[in-house]
T-cell receptor, first 118, second 116 residues
Framework: AQTVTQSQPEMSVQEAETVTLSCTYD???????LFWYKQPPSRQMILVIR????KQQNATENRFSVNFQKAAKSFSLKISDSQLGDAAMYFC???????????????WGAGTKLIIKP | NAGVTQTPKFQVLKTGQSMTLQCAQD?????MYWYRQDPGMGLRLIYY???????DKGEVPNGYNVSRLNKREFSLRLESAAPSQTSVYFC???????????????FGPGTRLLVL
């Protein structure tokens, strides 16, 4: 069974600086999707960035980028120029790309709380 | 375009009471999901509906039932609430690609449920 591990329960960064959140996963599959979701105090889950495992190029979305290391099964999120609005819980998630019914499920990490210091 | 909406936002129940959580999406997505989130844990899938007319159990289905009323709506029912079901419940939806695979999931704002 697949698992997702976020080893940092909490991280803090000074406003305008860069921070990296770690995520590792375990799978025997070769084709899958990886996601970072943000959950602010409002509790809504918001997609930050997505990576397809078959793509070697790391995904980027404005100030957010990932470092996807498939062989190491690592998927870290880098936030550049941190802003106060980035303060939230960040969840890493995995989904198989096999497409069978049982693989519609997202496998979630436990989350990392990101604190932004003004 | 409201995305995924959930009602109610907050509910208090007594042990043994029943209630239905409502979810609707206006993105014409085929797949819909119900998750629960407990402190210090990631989301856990309760039930999902890959397409209209189908529902399947997820990781933690016991104590819950679901209904995919139509393509837009997917409800979650607690028949006899227990304190262990105190949690935040999220509904999500996703679209299928031409190959039939579901893509990114879009989440509602959540329902906070307290069972006394």
């Amino acid at each position: 069974a697949q698992t997702v591990t976020q080893s940092q329960p909490e991280m803090s960064v000074q406003e305008a600086e860069t921070v990296t959140l770690s995520c590792t996963y375990d799978t025997s599959e070769s084709d899958y999707y990886l996601f970072w979701y943000k959950q602010p105090p409002s509790r809504q889950m918001i997609l930050v960035i997505r990576q397809e495992a078959y793509k070697q190029q790391n995904a980027t979305e404005n100030r957010f980028s990932v470092n996807f290391q498939k062989a190491a099964k690592s998927f870290s999120l880098k936030i550049s120029d941190s802003q106060l609005g980035d303060a939230a819980m960040y969840f890493c998630a995995y989904r198989s790309a096999r497409g069978m019914d049982s693989n519609y499920q997202l496998i979630w990490g436990a989350g990392t709380k990101l604190i932004i210091k003004p | 375009n409201a995305g995924v909406t959930q009602t109610p936002k907050f509910q208090v129940l007594k042990t043994g009471q029943s209630m239905t959580l409502q979810c609707a999406q206006d993105m014409n997505h085929n797949s819909m999901y119900w998750y629960r989130q407990d402190p210090g844990m990631g989301l856990r899938l309760i039930y999902y509906s890959a397409s209209e007319g189908t529902t399947d159990k997820g990781e933690v289905p016991n104590g819950y039932n679901v209904s995919r009323l139509n393509k837009r709506e997917f409800s979650l029912r607690l028949e006899s609430a227990a304190p262990s079901q105190t949690s935040v419940y999220f509904c999500a939806s996703s679209e299928a690609t031409a190959s039939g695979l579901s893509e990114t999931q879009y989440f509602g704002p959540g329902t906070r449920l307290l069972v006394l």
